[in-house]
């Protein structure tokens, strides 16, 4: 079975694929991910996507402290 879930860097509704920190990354956002360099015009926006996922459990973290 397989969950369709919002993918926290295309707010697309996707396939559960790659689940980080309680958010999905599909296929897709993974591959552009993983194929794109610093040179890429979409790296800076894969890069914000990602702080934007990391962002909250790093607040839980702390505050557990
Ligand atoms: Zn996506």
Redesign the pocket.
């Known amino acids: 079975m397989t969950r369709i879930v919002q993918?926290?860097?295309?707010?697309?509704p996707?396939k559960e694929n790659l689940m980080l920190l309680g958010r999905n990354?599909?296929?897709?956002?993974?591959k552009g991910l993983v194929q794109s360099s610093v040179d890429d015009w979409c790296y800076p926006m894969y890069l914000e996507k990602m702080k934007e996922i990391v962002k909250p459990a790093d607040i839980k973290e702390t505050s557990l402290r």
Do not use: R
């Open positions: 993918c926290a860097i295309c707010s697309g996707k990354i599909c296929k897709d956002c993974e």
